[in-house]
Each structure stands twice: as C-alpha cells, then as structure tokens.
C-alpha cells in the first residue's frame, strides 16, 4: 500500500509545474525569435532540425548561438548566458580560450590537414604519454565512437576472444555493437534485465556483449565465471557521467582490474569525459587505477574535433605493427592537434593549483545548488563532483543506472527552463560542468540567481 501512496505521489508531483516554468518560457519564446525561425527552416533540409539528437530535448526549442567568450555564449538573438554546458564537456578552457584561437589560426595558414605525418602528432602523442598513467602508445581519431571501436577491436586482436562486457546505463559511442542499455525505461528492463537492449531501430543482433549493473561486484564475477574465457575487455565510464555521474564504490575498480587480470581479458577506462577534466591524469589518475587501453575525446581538443586511444605497449604494438587495422583520412588532423597541444599545454602549465581551483568552484556550486533547493523543501542529491556532476531531483543517491530512474526529470526541466530565463545555461539531462574560466564570482552570482528562481 506504501508503494502505491508513493506512486501517487510521484504522478501527482510529475502533474506540477515548478519554478513558475510556463511564465519563464514565454519569456525565454519572446527574446530568442530569431533561434524559433532558424529551427524553423533547419527542419525543412536538417533531419530533425539538429545535428545531433540530444540536442532535440532543449526547452522551449533549441537554441542558436553565433559566439562565445570564456564562460559567456551569446545566441543569435543578442541573449549573452553563463555556460555549464561547455558544448557538452569538450570546452574545459570555456569559449575561444586565446591559446587555442592562437594555435588554430596559426596552422589553418600552413594548411587544413595533409593525409600525412607532421610534428604535432609526435609532440601531442608525448605529452599525453607524459600525463596518462596507462600510456606506452598513443594513436589518434576523430570522435569518441572512432576511438572506442579502435580500442574493442584491438582487445578481440589480442586476446584472441569476440564478447566484451559493459555496464548499464554507460554510452561509449552511438555505434550498434556498443549503444545497447544505455538508457532502458523501466518497462524494458523489466522484460528483459540485463539482456543487451538495443537503444533505437535499424540496429544489429548484439551476440557479442555482456552487460553488468555498475558496482555490483557479484554480478560481474558471475559473468566471468560463466563467460570468461569468451571476454575480450570489460569497458567503462570509470565515473558515469552519462547516466547521473555516479562514482565507482571504494573498491569497485580495483576489483575490475583484478578480475580482468584474472581471465586475461583487457580493462578499457572509457575517458572520453573524465580524461583531462577530474585531473590532468584523468580518472586513472584520480582514482588510481591504471588500466590497459583508454580512449580520450571531449577535453583534449577544447572543442576542436579529436580523440584519441593511449595504452600498455604490449598492446598498442599490435596497431603500430599493423596487425589491427587503425586507419582514417582526418585522423591526426594538424588543426585539432594544434588545438589539442594548446589545451594540454594551459593544463599543464596551471599545474595543481589548477584543478584545485576547478573541483573548489565545482563543490562549491554542486553543495550550494543542493543546499539551497533543500532549503525549499525539494528532494535533490548531487553526485560526481567539482568538474562535473549531476543534480537530480530525488531522494535517494544513486548507485546505478536503475536508481537513477526515480528521478523527477520533470522538475529537472522546470529548473533549467527558470535558470535560463535568469541567463544561466545547463544541460537538459542535469549534468554540469565547469571549466577554468568560471570564477568564485561566477558560482556565487549562479548561486544568486536559483535563489532568484526559487524565491
């Protein structure tokens, strides 16, 4: 009966609107014409008005923007906003960092890209051979779905096996042999647990993959005691920024690298968000676990197009040997190189103090988001912490996907539609992220503005 009471509750808080929301919108509708008539047209020649289809779930419609400076994107519209989003986690230097613009300006007149070697690719490969706990080798891409598929092919190579496991909730890439279970509804789990669920149509059979609850221990040895001799690598977030920034449990990774070194199967840490941003070693170098192979994307390039795999020797050696196939016309490109050296060089060069200032402004306004909607009387936990996290409204922390799915996405969606009227932007899915741009007086005045929202 309490559980019924409990879902009562939840339709009839689902039913609310929050944040005086539908004033807020009309509001956010009557300045941002400009971006209403270019989605508009885009619908007309764009599939789905967007380029990529996350980008659909921005209320009131998405936005267009034509510039950015440090923390502030300005919309096409003239609206100017404090960004959190940093194009979804890429620009860990914020807008047009000078020491990017710089870099890139300089090689677009020595030429776009060559189809051949040149210095930057050496000088990029050492410096993240230098920062990178796992790093003997590196090799470049694109994209971070390049890059993880790069990274599962080497691992069947080299352990002579085809599966692989992965976790629930966890998204390395939009290609059909990874992008199954990332974000099941209930109903679905329910039908089929942890059975590979493909995420959308036209997807292929997915006889290769294993999936796992994240932190459950016990179920991934199981796994492995009935499948280990068939497992080629165990990949994952190694902090889940994907579905709702949850953290690996005291133990957890470690115990992923144990079992992997107990099967002769390869641990893969998929950094393509962590890598850069929670420290300059990335999520290995944060939670001290090494493993065999990483993929990085996002925050090596500040926003320019780049990723790349950095692994043990003993393995990369299989690419540089040409025993598995690495290949790729803009794969090395000089312009993304110059953008990534440039990132990797103001990293660098800020030293510690860096990311301490980073995860002391994160917390900052990670705690104090928290603190404040408590305040007035909302069930909200936060979770990952300083350079990214999440904020959730619900009343229980998260210790996988499925808990995640308690959460009221609705609230969520009042509060972001209310913190942009006020000029604050954020992501659609609750996740924020901090770049070195933002300032104390950033947080505080983004503090000031939810106490504007709620009040």
């Known amino acids: ?118 210095d930057l690719e050496f000088e990029v490969a050492e410096m993240i051979k230098e920062i990178v706990p796992c790093a003997d080798l590196v090799c470049f891409a694109n994209s971070g779905t390049e890059i993880v598929q790069v990274a599962l092919r080497l691992a069947r190579a080299v352990t002579n096996r085809t599966k692989f496991l992965k976790f629930e909730g966890h998204y390395h890439g939009w290609d059909d042999s990874v992008l199954v279970s990332y974000h099941p509804s ?43 001799a068939e497992i080629s690598a165990v990949i994952c977030e190694p902090l889940l920024c994907n579905s709702g920034c949850i953290p690996p449990q005291p133990g957890f990774l470690e115990f ?11 641990l893969i840490f998929d950094e393509v968000i962590t890598g850069f941003r929670l420290k300059l070693g990335g999520a290995q ?34 690419i540089a040997a040409g025993k598995v196939v690495h290949a790729g016309t803009l794969n090395g490109n000089p312009v993304a190189l110059a953008a990534a050296k440039a990132t990797l060089e103001t990293l660098s060069m800020g030293g510690k103090q860096l990311y301490e200032d980073l995860w002391r402004r994160g917390e900052r306004l990670r705690i104090g988001l928290e603190s404040l909607l ?35 996405t609705s609230i969520y969606s009042d509060f972001a539609v209310a913190l942009l009227d006020q000029g604050e932007l954020i992501l659609p899915d609750g996740r924020w992220y901090l770049s070195i741009a933002h300032t104390d007086k950033d947080v505080e005045e983004t503090l000031a503005a939810v106490e504007r929202v709620l009040q």
């Open 1 to 118: 009966m309490h559980g019924v009471r409990l879902v009562r509750r939840q339709e009839i808080e689902l039913q609310k609107e929050h944040f005086n929301a539908s004033a807020r919108q009309a509001s956010i509708v009557a300045r941002t014409a400009g971006s209403h008539e270019r989605f508009q047209r885009a619908q007309n020649s764009l599939a789905g008005g967007v380029s990529s289809g996350l980008r659909r779930n921005a209320r009131p419609y998405p936005l267009y923007f034509q510039r950015g400076s440090g923390v502030w994107t300005t919309d096409v519209d003239g609206s100017t906003y404090r960004d959190y989003g940093l194009a979804w986690g890429p620009l860990i230097l914020g807008h047009a960092h000078p020491a990017i613009v710089d870099a890139v300006i300089k090689h677009l007149h020595d030429g776009l890209t060559f189809g051949a070697q040149h």
């Open 186 to 228: 209930a109903s679905q789990i329910q039908e089929h647990d942890l059975s590979p669920i493909p995420v959308g149509a036209g997807q292929r059979q997915h006889a290769d993959v294993y999936v796992a609850n994240w932190n459950d221990a016990a179920g991934v040895e199981q796994i492995f005691h009935e499948h280990g």
């Open 256 to 266: 992923l690298r144990d079992i992997t070194r107990r099967y002769g199967a390869l």
């Open 285 to 318: 170098e944060h939670y001290g676990v090494t493993p065999d192979l990483a993929t990085f994307a996002k925050a090596i390039g500040g926003g320019a197009a780049v990723s790349a795999l950095a692994g043990r020797g003993a393995f990369m050696e299989w």
């Open 374 to 408: 408590r305040q007035h009387g909302y069930p909200v936990v936060t979770s990952g912490g300083g350079p990214v996290f999440q904020l959730s409204f619900t009343e229980r922390r998260a210790l996988n996907y499925r808990d995640t799915l308690a959460a009221n």
